[in-house]
Nanobody, 121 residues
Framework: QVQLVESGGGLVQAGGSLRLSCAAS????????MGWFRQAPGKEREFVAA?????YYGDSVKGRFTISRDNAKNTVSLQMNSLKPEDTAVYYC?????????????????WGQGTQVTVSS
């Protein structure tokens, strides 16, 4: 069983930055594919970024967001720059117990509780 706890959400003005973090339990964290998804009100959960031995980004965040991981600390982070009002959503950390990067919610077995990000115009 893997437990994920997100932190770092909040309110920021358009053009600003936020850094989300996700702390994971589990002794084999380095072998997990980790992902970030987001869900705005009335919309489906959307892929944002993922990291395993490589990284992959959704089209809407390429060039603005950066995903990284620290295997020694069992953490994965999402640096979000040049934020836009349309980035407003609940952001979820997700983990899969294999190293395969997926872009769908079904590719991840474990989920955090989510953290709210609100970008004002």
């Amino acid at each position: 069983q893997v437990q994920l706890v997100e932190s770092g959400g909040g309110l920021v003005q358009a053009g600003g930055s936020l850094r989300l973090s996700c702390a994971a339990s589990g002794r084999t964290f380095s072998s997990y594919a980790m992902g970030w998804f987001r869900q705005a009100p009335g919309k489906e959960r959307e892929f944002v970024a993922a990291i395993s031995w490589s990284t992959y980004y959704g089209d809407s965040v390429k060039g603005r967001f950066t995903i990284s991981r620290d295997n020694a600390k069992n953490t994965v982070s999402l640096q979000m720059n040049s934020l836009k009002p349309e980035d407003t959503a609940v952001y979820y950390c997700a983990a899969n117990s294999v190293s395969h990067i997926g872009v769908g919610t079904a590719d991840y077995a474990y989920w955090g509780q989510g953290t709210q990000v609100t970008v004002s115009s």
